[in-house]
């Protein structure tokens, strides 16, 4: 059997992907938000999965209030390094805005032993000392999206935005339905999908919306 390349530029590459999602979708039926379209097609760019287009939930005016909060210099935090990695800092810092990865601090790893919990949702308890609003980024630890709800049940912290797209089988349906029950602007992946490279997806698209 003869394969057939596309012969194509790497400069072309992404555009053409792009293309190439927007014409499936159109074969399967599905129509996107336009709100939202941008975000839904970095995640299947991202992973070349189409239930992204039906499993990502989106809080009412989430995108609005998104751009607002990094417009004006939001921190991120994010759940592994993973995820931190992924997102584009040239589009952060042109916002001002900053990042943020504890997972390898000495004082969230004796936490985590001492409390008996991981060390992403150790890294929720120092993110809480931030006085700026947060933006808290998952895409691995669904104990990091619990501690999440827990403090913002307590009143210890109020995220600007949760973008929850934990992946896995323990306790990742649920902790992501607890942060869709609250009042706190969210985009979430329902259902088991999700991961590192998924989340910074969504981060990046919503940069690239600005």
Avoid: W
């Avoid at 097609?41 to 992204?52: T, V």
């Avoid at 005016?61 to 759940?79: E, P, Y």
């Avoid at 004082?107 to 991981?118: H, R």
Wanted: proline letters at 3%.
């Amino acid at each position: 059997m003869k394969i057939q390349l596309e012969n194509i530029t790497p400069s072309e590459i992404e555009n053409r992907s792009m293309e190439i999602i927007s014409q499936e979708l159109v074969q399967l039926g599905i129509t996107l938000n336009k709100e939202h379209a941008p975000v839904i097609k970095r995640a299947i760019h991202a992973s070349a999965d189409f239930e992204y287009a039906q499993n990502l939930y989106f809080s009412e005016n989430v995108i609005t209030q998104a751009l607002s909060l990094l417009k004006n210099g939001a921190c991120i935090v994010t759940d592994t390094k993973m995820a931190f990695s992924g997102i584009n800092k040239k589009a952060l810092y042109n916002y001002n805005c900053k990042i943020y990865n504890f997972i390898d601090d000495k004082d969230v790893a004796l936490a985590a032993k001492q409390n008996n919990t991981t060390r992403s949702a150790a890294c929720i308890d120092k993110a809480a000392d931030i006085k700026e609003p947060v933006i808290f980024v998952t895409g691995n630890a669904p104990t990091a999206l619990i501690r999440i709800y827990e403090l913002y049940k307590e009143g210890i912290i109020n995220p600007g935005l949760v973008i929850g797209v934990p992946v896995g089988f323990v306790n990742v349906v649920q902790a992501k339905e607890l942060i869709i029950q609250t009042d706190i602007p969210c985009i979430i992946s329902r259902g088991r999908k999700g991961g590192s490279n998924i989340a910074a997806a969504i981060c990046n698209a919503l940069l690239y919306m600005l």
